[in-house]
Nanobody, 117 residues
Framework: QVQLVESGGGLVQPGESLRLSCAAS????????MGWYRQAPGKERDLVAN???????NYADSVKGRFTISRDNAKNTVYLQMNSLEPEDTALYYC???????????WGQGTQVTVSS
């Protein structure tokens, strides 16, 4: 069984920062892309950023220049550094991982990020 354990969400004011972490554990192998999605109330789940095993990254236009995704392959962990947070960033953030050499997909349980003054 594979588990994705997220941490780092919370309530912050506009302009502040948060760092999300997601660690994969269990019978997991062949990890490929890792990433973060988010879903605000009443909206669809959208990609925030993802990172390939080799380190190449992709970001949603709305977070470019503010968010940075990184990973530690030895720890099966992906991070999302979020700076200059805006109220529009408020959402439930989900960790996402492709494993089994591209044959399996895993999701975390979600961590809430709220940006409000």
């Amino acid at each position: 069984q594979v588990q994705l354990v997220e941490s780092g969400g919370g309530l912050v004011q506009p302009g502040e920062s948060l760092r999300l972490s997601c660690a994969a554990s269990g019978s997991i192998f062949g990890i490929g892309d890792m990433g973060w999605y988010r879903q605000a109330p009443g909206k669809e789940r959208d990609l925030v950023a993802n990172i390939r095993r080799g380190g190449s990254t992709n970001y949603a236009d709305s977070v470019k220049g503010r968010f940075t995704i990184s990973r530690d392959n030895a720890k099966n962990t992906v991070y999302l550094q979020m700076n200059s947070l805006e109220p529009e960033d408020t959402a439930l953030y989900y960790c996402h991982l492709i494993g089994g050499w591209g044959t399996r997909e895993y999701w975390g349980q979600g961590t809430q990020v709220t940006v409000s003054s």
